[in-house]
């Protein structure tokens, strides 16, 4: 009975042999090559196929550590494994990344792994595209299914890397940069002060000029009661951990958000942190497309805070380390009197 490939074989060996029958497995070389390598010697075929199955058995348990068999084992399955591991290490910003492409990878979850081709990881960047989704994005996706590949060659799961073979379209930005003008920042203030939902949270993003990913990972924690600010950030060395003063404006929706005790300050209704494409379909587009803007995305937040704070005068400073831009004179240490400075730049917002 022929063998599933991948799990060996046994040859016997030309000449006058005390131990003719080899057993040879296939295992990968230092450049990721696989070559054929012989790890046992028999007198008697029955003897080597024993030998076969006994290897194979042992090396089926420590390749998963479970009872999966690699030959069956699904997208999903492989995405569970390297996942416990990556997530384990990896900072907020990128778990949340990873599993944003997983919304879209998961169309692959329950096909099994050796029989992914090039053609199904090309679509997936295909339907990207004609959703118009950044660059970045789809950039993003290809690195989630060049990891689980990576994974599982490494596990010998697959033979081959198809992911190396995407072919990434040319796309520009999703949307053109823009900004809030004074009568948009009004009207979005009329609609959190009426109790709109989310309304609150688009107009926290414009006073703060967090990131959207920095934004819904702030924790309850990152807001200091005392000094009535809030302290988050990611991305570079001068993002992370920055200070930023909470406006006057903001104070009581951010108040308010504090009190339903979730493990992030915006969160579901269970409490739990939202994803990044939630919170765009569900909560910012509704809101913006009120405001007559359906192309704003949230970074245009952000680029408001900045657009307001140089206009009111703001100086260049204390602006990029409210908004974590790099400089050589900002530090990761705040004074009492840096952090009042900080505050009397955010003051100056209207």
Known sequence: MRRANG??????????????YAVRVSVRDKYGRLVQKAVSYH??????????????????????????????????????????????????????SYRSSWSRVQALAGMK????????????????????????????????????FR????????????SAFIQMPSVGAKHEKGVFNDFQIKHLEEMAASGRPWADTVLMLCYTGFRINEFLGLTPFAYDR????????????????????VHPKIKPYLLRWLSRGGSTIICGDTGRRLTYDWYCKHAFNPIVADLGLPQATPHWCRHTAFTRLHAAGAPDLE?????????????????????????AAILLLA
Do not use: C, F
């Open 7 to 20: 799990t060996g074989t046994v040859v016997k060996l030309s000449g006058n042999r005390r131990r003719p």
């Open 43 to 96: 007198a008697r075929l029955s003897e080597a196929q024993a030998a076969l199955d006994a290897y194979n058995d042992a090396h089926h348990t420590a390749l998963t550590g479970s009872e999966l068999d690699r030959l069956t084992i699904t997208v999903g399955k492989v995405y569970e494994l390297w996942s416990a591991r990556k997530y384990a290490k990896a900072g907020d910003a990128s778990v949340t």
């Open 113 to 148: 792994m050796k029989d992914v081709s090039i053609d199904h990881l090309q679509r997936i960047i295909d339907a990207d595209e004609a959703a118009g989704l950044s660059q970045s994005t789809l950039k993003n996706d290809r690195l989630l299914m060049r990891s689980l």
């Open 151 to 162: 994974y599982a060659m490494e596990r010998d799961i697959v033979d081959k890397d198809y």
């Open 226 to 245: 005392e000094g009535d600010y809030l302290r988050g950030g990611s991305k570079t060395r001068a993002g992370r951990d920055r200070i930023v003063p």
């Open 319 to 343: 602006i990029k380390r409210i908004l974590g831009h790099a400089d050589s004179n900002v530090t990761e240490h705040y004074t009492k009197t840096d952090i009042e400075q900080l505050r």
